[in-house]
């Protein structure tokens, strides 16, 4: 494998005033920027790393980001691993725009916030993350008035969106509607357990390996980082005049996935600041909710602790080829067969992969029957997508856990399918992820 490291590592992890870390993809985003190497003074500062990793599953050069807790003061100390997963990019098909010139790769890619970087600049992880495992916040009224400053900071430096809610409107969602919902600001708060955040990136993949075991479909001859769009390289996928699919979204990506962690905690630089004997946690949301769900359920040895948001939770649902065909072409891909040039009725889809991979029919196999400490999932109460509705409620009956619809709150995004939602709701699954590490932190400790 090839590692390409754009920074000196030593100096990076071990040191609070990080050298600039040089980022080759999306270098003028105004929160990437702050966030990677800020111009001028800050006061708060983040650990986010952007790297690159040649997988072998794939035959393509990867990129993705890990986000370090504060390492001043603990320069050997090691952390639980969390792997985010991003949604899917309706935008890399063509479903709104012609996305096959390289020119507009930095518009689709970076500036909406899609795949690898939407966690990073629409859900701003790192701020929350970071202000949820400060020692200083001990209560929701400190936690809430450290995001406001934090949020902030970043819209000075122009990270936050034009028609995105005030820092104090982000924070009053996170903490009083949604972690401390009917508390007092003077309540106790207990900051998380620090952990790095793992955000790869699955382009459409669906975090599963493609049906008929194809490498990378379509074949690209590219191996350019940042993940930029090839005029030659575009899929005509359907009968509808300017419908492309960006290709490289599709191939043996579970096994990426595992080969990506499997790397980092056994034999990359980044090793010596792993726990090994904490499981990892998944969480993700839309598509990486689905593959959140389908990962952590498949791969219990190697997943403590699993969260999906608005996740597709029962695929089986999706069964309509033209629908599918037109909007998410890739699920047919991975599933089924594709046709692209062909009418729809002529791509299929394998019902017995879909069980296989069905979140709710795992769960089933597995024979749980109640919600288990280990899992969380939530989902918008006005969604907008009927499949992703339905499965959630499918997973509350199997479960018989009702109540995970999120209502239309103040500055969440009316509990659409939309970033503001996600965000709205972070802090409570990394709040998940940390009790479920704490388990097995106490665990060991009482050895």
């Keep these: ?72 003061g603990n320069p050997g100390r090691t952390f639980p691993l969390l792997v985010l997963l991003h949604g899917y ?9 012609r996305v096959c010139d390289p020119a507009r790769n930095n518009e689709f890619t970076c500036r909406r916030g899609e795949e690898q970087y939407h966690w990073l ?12 495992a400060d020692p200083l916040n001990t209560t929701y009224g400190e936690l809430e008035a450290s995001l406001a400053e934090r949020f902030e900071e970043l819209r000075a430096h122009g990270g936050l ?16 509607e949604n972690l401390n919902p009917n508390g007092s600001p003077t309540d106790s708060f207990t900051p998380i357990n620090p952990m790095v955040l793992l955000l790869p990136d699955g382009d459409n993949s669906f975090y599963t390996d493609e049906n008929e075991g194809r490498p990378l479909f379509p074949r690209t001859d590219s191996r350019e980082r940042c993940d930029h769009y090839h005029a030659g390289e575009c899929l005509k996928y359907c009968l509808i005049p300017l419908q492309y699919m960006k290709p490289g979204a599709l191939g043996q990506y579970e096994t990426y996935l595992l080969e990506l962690i499997r790397f980092l905690r056994g034999s990359s630089p980044y090793k010596e ?5 904490v499981p990892v946690g998944i969480g993700g949301m839309s598509m990486g909710g689905f593959g959140a769900m389908n990962l952590g ?42 046709e692209p040039l062909s009418p729809f009725y002529r791509s ?12 709710v029919r795992r769960i089933q196999g597995l024979g749980i029957s109640s919600l288990p400490p280990w899992m969380y999932f939530d989902y918008g109460a006005n969604e907008g997508f009927e499949k992703i509705t339905m499965g959630n409620q499918n997973l509350e009956r199997l479960l018989h856990t009702p109540g995970h619809a999120i209502p239309s709150q103040a500055y969440n995004g009316k509990g659409n399918h939309n ?23 106490g665990a060991c400790r009482t050895r």
């Excluded at 970033?419 to 932190?441: G, I, P």
Aim: net charge neutral.
């Design 1 to 72: 494998m090839r590692w390409a490291i754009g920074f000196i590592l030593g100096t990076l992890l071990l040191s609070s005033s990080a050298q600039p870390n040089q980022l080759e993809c999306c270098a003028d985003h105004p929160e990437l920027v702050y966030l990677l190497s800020p111009k001028g003074p800050v006061r708060f500062t983040y650990h986010v790393r952007y790297e690159t990793f040649y997988s072998t599953a794939l035959g393509k050069e990867k990129d993705f980001f890990f986000i370090f807790p504060e390492m001043k």
């Design 297 to 338: 359920l498949k791969h219990r040895s190697l997943f403590g602790s699993i969260s999906s948001q608005s996740g597709l939770l029962d695929i089986e649902l999706l069964t309509d080829r033209l629908t599918l065909k037109i909007i998410m072409p890739e699920f047919i891909e991975v599933f089924g067969r594709l």
């Design 273 to 277: 600041n792993l726990m090994q004997t």
């Design 161 to 176: 969106l034009q028609d995105d809610y005030g820092p104090a409107e982000i924070a009053h969602s996170i903490v009083r």
């Design 121 to 132: 600049v629409l859900e701003d992880i790192a701020l929350i993350h970071r202000a949820m």
């Design 348 to 359: 299929s889809l394998d019902a017995e992969y879909l069980r296989e991979n069905n979140p």
């Design 419 to 441: 970033y503001q939602f996600w965000r709205s709701r972070t802090a409570n699954v990394l709040l998940h992820h940390s009790r479920s590490f704490e388990s097995y932190l």
């Design 89 to 97: 990019n309706f935008y890399r098909n063509g479903w709104k725009f």
